[in-house]
């Protein structure tokens, strides 16, 4: 079974290559500009002449528009599904409402307050919210909807359990322009957000958070940013609902449906991506309006077998299922129209002496519950220097890399990157610094591209025109420039490989930690590798290799050897002579031969 | 951007216009030889089972002024729509039936939760309304011009148990009260009750639904020990509250619970302990309100069930109606609107008269209490069946 | 005396916790699915019992046993037919099979509706109440608490003791290495559902006599029984049964001192305090310390 990855391999075979995406001419450009802002306004216009009745739809469906593209945003694209934005929308409009009647404040300072407000609030639930993780989080949020209900119910100067009667302010004209408005903006906020380079953190973190964070994504904040760009059209849709219905009350405010219904329009309409939310709220709005004519009883269950078929059927939604035709693709984030012809070469490292000392371990130690997994532990790493570490599996190389990176906490000792002790930063914040890793076994964001993949290393936070010639740097150098655009599906397990080398030689690093760099390679493989690791001294870059098996192939690259035997260091020196020692044959080789 | 991929872009909101293009084209009048009155009913949802009965009753008022000539000589029809017992959908509904449908009267929906949503909306069309489920209060104040009120207010609920509790002797009473629109109102009134009949409050408190554990406010009123325990419930509390008080071993001499105890599943699911609650009602089977016995037995006719306070408040609506119209003449809103505030009708639920803003006036509340499996009206003492059974037992 | 009986009320409670979220814990232990529609099966099986009840006048126990076994077939067919098509697609598994199951607990909820209809229920067995020395304890939810505890022990001796349980139990604490020790992993997933939907059902025979119940409580008792699962550390046998007894008794506490509202509140506070707090769970803080 594979789901979106098939899909977006198939996107990518049919459409991206160099060819398709030739730009068209500027005249052309806005040829088609006009004509899609005049269907949009003859839609927008249309239900203004009509019926009261089809206004109020056409209201209806712009909120729930808007409110399926914020949901998109967290659930979408963090991958933090959430079953609690009804929160945000209940803030909004009790927030509008107490405004309006208790304090001088016109309806239309009120809403951008209301927005204002839940979007503090926002950042601080957040950073609460966001520690959990899953199905944590979204149950998380139903509960947080839940406690605000019963907040409101209790608080008596915002109604409590009977609710707010509003005066009638606006007119279901100016409900509806809101309503386009909100609608509007959301789906620009997406449009915008899935092209950036925050965007691209996200789906890094929906992907792999860990490995995310290895690749300098600061994971917390860019939760925290799409969770309160997620509360924006929310808040506003709340205040306009406040005013269309004239009355709210804590059960209609934090309506626990209204979450069903955002899963559903947009899991329907393709999660994730750009379309979906539009056209799955649009499809099933219409669809449910008269269905639910003749068979009123059988509405929510007809809603939830929907759900249950489109998993199952069709997991991309529609966006999927128009994809498999080559319609309404993702298009790469920042991929230029062909692959960089020229190759900027990363900045030459300071001139610094080459036994200029990066990295320094002392006596350090990790325990879990008991169980030793090294034990005070001390080595060097020089400027440029290669650095093999062997050890069978469970001898603490991997723990020895979790350390370093920051996603273990030493239980004892210390750890100093460039004469600064790295304690107390987190993982993303030493990627930055220049300690990039690579994963036992690949940990690959599997809904990117390649490019992708890279850029979201090179970007460092912040996307920028270096970041685009980092990323082409790392693929050239990797030998992987002629797949740029390719799923990481399509790849073979060495170009996987290569794929996290080029990703952590992104970062532009001074160290570079390989953890079983080679494991279950071919030959060619291997060499293939051994090609990029001999070229990283002159960039400057320092290499930590843990392996367990192919032992000659790294053994001639490294300048030197330390070997592990149950988190405890037994040898130590250049390849040659510990591979003789008789200790290191006893313990480790001894067993092999 | 290409021009395939904006191509593909625009191809969703080509979709969307027809979509919408093809709505503006369904909005075609219908002919309109019948009266037709409009309104949504939550046909599904929570309160499916009460607003069936409103339903029925609509149905049933409807039927027999058809049977009688109809209205200015022609026929009444009812259109109505599902609202899911979801106000949010009751405001769209209503809408349609205003502006689409262009239904000649609005009726009120099942609940005064629902009742609210919709009452702005009533304003804002300028309909007239008669609103047979909506008990609280807040709906009819001077902003909400167009809204009558056609049920007991909810204030009045469960008016008659502490004077009676109080001519037997009781002193100390608990209140409790979900926390919901009509419940709220009746706790506010029967706490005032306590302090002006000088009988002594020893235990009040509120909940919210869902709540499955009642055993904790059981318990508090155990410890507080009243002679009274009066709860301003709906169906699911009401029974949950009973079960605990019996599990926490405790039976104040009078236990009255506001919704629920009228219900068949109400004893069903208590068995014994049921015996004796003592709930309120705004109609009753043996009273000689106008047209009660032909009610009754046209509606077990039709429905093949009793019917309830609910049936007879929509069965009332109707009668009200019937009688606005055949007095102005003519669907004009605002002269129905006048007549009705200004006239009073004999329904089957007693005397429908409002104050200027809507206000049910004249109605009257009643006791029944739970006697050996049936309900007998106990209160008023003038329209009793039977005097009331004390001590509650619990058992 | 006040406070012994706040605690045996919470004792109690809690002991209906366990019941309600015991095949919960279980399902996610061993396929890492958050069921959601497990309300939706406690909540159909309690209307089953209370129209089954209602119209044959039998007692409503001797329906335990045949609505068990009833809905371990059922539970092994939707399991085969709606989940095991997205076990192993990684990471996207959880969610997927997080919205299946929120999908079918809609359909399950209407067809509740359409069935047994929209009103609350209960049922008035186990109605003696217990007098000892001051303090009362009732017939309904001694059951439930015993039978849930009961239910617990059996659930534990079974996958401790037998070579089935012990499969079940190594599947829910290392899938590869399950799979790596010969396991059918697929056959134990789908086990585990059938059991985890059969103690559903058993619960909601029991607590139809407890509380009311209607179609719609279908969610909170599934957002309940999740709080328990969470508090307890998800997958944790004996953690979840500790979770429950302190749920309870807080609940009860909070709503004897600071009345109903309070009360309610209880078990979303507790979880997102907790989630934050000790995300490992109950049961394994404890266990550490």
Redesign the interface.
């Known amino acids: 079974?594979?789901?979106?990855r098939d899909t977006l391999g198939r996107q990518l075979r049919n459409r991206l290559t160099p060819a398709?995406?030739?730009?068209?001419s500027r005249g052309?450009?806005a040829y088609?500009a006009v004509?899609?802002l005049t269907?949009?306004a003859?839609?927008a216009v249309?239900?203004l002449?009509?019926?009261?009745?089809?206004l109020?739809?056409?209201t209806?469906i712009l909120t729930f528009v808007a409110l399926a593209y914020s949901w998109n945003l967290i659930s979408g694209f963090t991958?933090y599904?959430s079953f609690g934005q009804v929160t945000f929308f209940g803030m909004g409009a009790y927030a509008t409402a107490v405004m309006v009647l208790h304090t001088p404040i016109p309806w239309y300072l009120a809403i951008p307050i209301a927005v204002l407000l839940a979007a503090m609030a926002a950042l601080l639930l957040g950073a609460?919210?966001l520690?959990?993780r899953?199905?944590?989080f979204?149950?998380?949020m139903?509960?947080?909807a839940?406690?605000l209900a019963?907040v409101a119910?209790?608080w008596s100067f915002a109604g409590?359990?009977?609710?707010l009667?509003?005066?009638?302010q606006l007119t279901p004209n100016a409900v509806y322009a809101g309503a386009w408005a909100a609608a509007l903006i959301a789906f620009g906020l997406n449009a915008f957000y899935m092209r950036s380079g925050l965007g691209l953190s996200a789906m890094g973190v929906r992907?792999?958070e860990g490995a995310a964070q290895a690749l300098g994504v600061a994971t917390g904040r860019v939760k925290i940013l799409t969770f309160v760009l997620s509360a924006l059209a929310p808040a506003a849709v709340g205040g306009l609902?406040a005013w269309?219905?004239?009355?709210i009350?804590p059960?209609?405010a934090f309506?626990?449906?209204m979450d069903?219904q955002l899963?559903v329009f947009t899991?329907f309409g393709g999660i994730g991506t750009l379309?979906g939310p539009?056209?799955g709220t649009?499809v099933l709005m219409?669809v449910g309006e008269q269905l639910?004519?003749y068979v009123?009883?059988?509405?929510?269950?007809l809603?939830?077998?929907?759900?249950?078929v489109v998993?199952?059927a069709f997991?991309g939604g529609m966006v999927g299922l128009?994809n498999r035709f080559g319609?309404?693709?993702r298009?790469p984030i920042f991929a230029p129209r062909s692959f960089p012809a020229a190759i900027v070469p990363p900045p030459a490292p300071p001139s610094r002496p080459p036994d200029d000392t990066i990295l320094e371990v002392r006596d350090l130690s990790v325990h879990f519950r008991g169980i030793v997994a090294l034990d005070t532990l001390s080595f060097d790493v020089r400027r440029g220097e290669s650095v093999s570490i062997l050890g069978a599996n469970g001898a603490g190389k991997t723990t020895l890399f979790n350390a370093v990176t920051g996603f273990v906490v030493p239980s004892e000792g210390s750890i100093l990157y460039q004469d600064r002790p790295v304690a107390g930063l987190a993982p993303f914040q030493r990627a930055r610094q220049g300690i990039a890793r690579t994963f036992q076994i690949p940990r690959l964001m599997?809904s990117m591209t390649v490019w992708e993949n890279v850029l979201l290393a090179a970007q460092h936070g912040r996307l920028s025109r270096r970041a685009l010639e980092q990323t082409a740097w790392a693929l050239h150098i990797t030998g992987l420039a002629p797949m740029w655009l390719e799923s990481i599906a399509r790849l073979t397990p060495g170009q996987q490989r290569r794929l996290e080398l080029a990703r952590s030689l992104a970062l532009g690093p001074t160290l570079v930690l390989l953890d079983e760099v080679m494991a279950g390679m071919t030959r060619d493989e291997q060499e293939e590798i051994r090609g990029v690791l001999r070229r990283l001294p002159e960039f400057g870059v320092a290499a930590v290799a843990g392996i367990e098996h192919v032992i000659s192939a790294i053994a001639d690259i490294s300048d030197r050897m330390i070997v592990l035997d149950h988190g405890k260091k037994i040898a130590e020196g250049a390849p040659a002579a510990v591979l003789r020692d008789p200790v290191v044959i006893q313990s480790y080789l001894g067993e092999v031969r | 951007m290409t021009q395939a991929t904006f191509n593909r872009a625009l191809r969703p909101l080509a979709l969307a216009s027809l979509a919408a293009a093809l709505l503006c084209a369904t909005s075609a009048k219908a002919e309109e030889r019948p009266i037709v009155i409009g309104g949504s009913v939550s046909i599904t949802g929570a309160l499916a089972v009460d607003a069936a009965y409103h339903l029925h009753g609509l149905q049933q008022g409807i039927e027999d002024a058809n049977a009688q000539g109809g209205w200015l000589g022609r026929k009444i029809e009812l259109k109505y729509y599902d609202d899911k017992s979801d106000a949010g959908t009751a405001v769209r509904l209503y809408t349609k039936l205003i502006t689409e449908d262009n239904v000649d009267l609005v009726i009120g929906p099942y609940s005064s939760g629902i009742t609210q949503a919709v009452a702005p909306l009533i304003n804002k069309y300028e309909k007239v309304m008669i609103e047979p489920e909506a008990s609280v209060p807040d709906i009819y104040v001077p902003g909400n011009l167009w809204n009558v009120q056609g049920i007991a207010p909810s204030l009045g609920y469960l008016e008659g148990v502490l004077p009676l509790a109080k001519s037997h002797g009781a002193k100390t009473v608990a209140v409790l009260a979900l926390k919901s629109a009509f419940s709220l109102a009746c706790d506010k009134a029967r706490l005032e009750q306590v302090k002006a009949l000088d009988m002594s409050l020893v235990y009040d408190t509120t909940y919210a639904l869902p709540q499955p554990d009642f055993s904790s406010l059981a318990l508090a009123i155990k410890n507080a020990q009243p002679d009274v325990v009066v709860v301003c419930s709906y169906y699911p509390d009401a029974v949950g509250i009973a079960q605990a008080l019996q599990r926490a071993g405790y039976a104040p001499k009078f236990f009255a619970e506001a919704i629920g105890p009228a219900e068949d599943e109400f004893t069903k699911a208590l068995g014994p302990i049921a015996n004796r609650i003592i709930s309120n009602t705004s109609w009753w089977a043996s009273l000689k309100t106008a047209g009660n016995a032909a009610f009754i037995a046209h509606y077990k006719a039709t429905f093949h069930q009793d019917p309830d306070y609910h049936a007879a408040s929509g069965y009332g609506a109707i009668q009200a109606l019937g009688a606005a119209l055949n007095a102005v003449k003519a669907i004009d809103q605002a002269k129905l609107h006048d007549w009705l505030l200004h006239n009073e009708v004999q329904t089957v639920q007693g005397t429908f008269a409002n104050d200027p803003n809507g206000a049910a006036k004249k109605f009257n509340q009643y006791l029944f209490q739970i006697q050996d499996g049936t309900r007998k009206l106990i209160w008023p003492l003038a329209d009793a069946e039977a005097p009331a059974q004390i001590p509650y037992t619990g058992q | 005396m006040l406070v012994l009986q706040i605690l045996i009320n919470g004792l109690l409670l809690g002991g209906m916790y366990i019941l309600l979220a015991q095949g919960l814990n279980l399902v996610f232990g061993v396929m890492g699915v958050v069921n959601l529609a497990h309300g939706a099966i406690i909540t159909v099986a309690g209307l089953f019992t209370f129209w089954f009840a209602t119209h044959t006048q039998l007692n409503p126990l001797v329906l335990l046993p045949v609505v068990f076994v009833a809905m371990l077939a059922i539970g092994a067919l939707l399991q085969r037919s709606l989940l095991e098509p997205l076990a192993g697609v990684g990471r996207k598994s959880e969610l997927l099979s997080l919205m299946i199951t929120f999908g079918l607990s809609y359909v399950l909820v209407e067809i509740g509706l359409d069935v047994f209809g929209s009103q609350y229920v209960s049922l008035p067995n186990l109605q003696t109440t217990w007098s000892l020395g001051g303090l009362t304890i009732n017939e309904a939810l001694v059951a439930a608490g015993v039978l849930g505890a009961a239910i617990s022990g059996a659930l534990q001796i079974w996958l401790r003791h037998t070579d089935s349980g012990k499969c079940l139990l190594a599947t829910s604490q290392n899938r590869i290495g399950a799979v790596a020790c010969g396991i059918d992993v697929s056959r134990m997933r789908c086990i585990a559902f059938a059991i985890g939907s059969s103690l559903a059902a058993a619960a909601g025979v029991l607590i139809i006599m407890v509380i009311p119940l209607a179609a719609q409580t279908a969610d909170s008792l599934t957002i309940l029984a999740f709080v328990v699962v969470a508090l307890g550390g998800l997958g944790d046998y004996r953690g979840a049964a500790l979770a429950a007894v302190v749920l309870g008794i807080a609940q009860s506490a909070v709503g004897y001192y600071g009345g109903g509202d309070a009360e309610s509140v209880v078990p979303y506070l507790l979880f997102i305090l907790f989630m934050i707090l000790r995300p490992q769970g109950l049961g394994r803080a404890v266990q550490a310390q």
């Open positions: 079974m594979s789901f979106e398709a995406a030739a730009f068209p052309r450009q088609r004509a899609g269907m949009l003859v839609l249309a239900p002449l009509s019926s009261g009745y089809v109020q739809l056409a209806d991958g599904v609460v919210m520690r959990l899953g199905i944590m979204a149950l998380g139903l509960g947080l839940r406690i019963v119910a209790n409590g359990a009977v609710g009667t509003l005066p009638a992907d792999d609902v269309n219905r004239s009355f009350d059960t209609s309506d626990p449906n069903l899963v899991l379309w539009l056209l649009l219409l639910w004519a009123p009883e059988l509405q929510l269950a809603y939830g077998g929907l759900v249950i998993v199952l997991p128009a319609w309404l693709l298009r599997e």
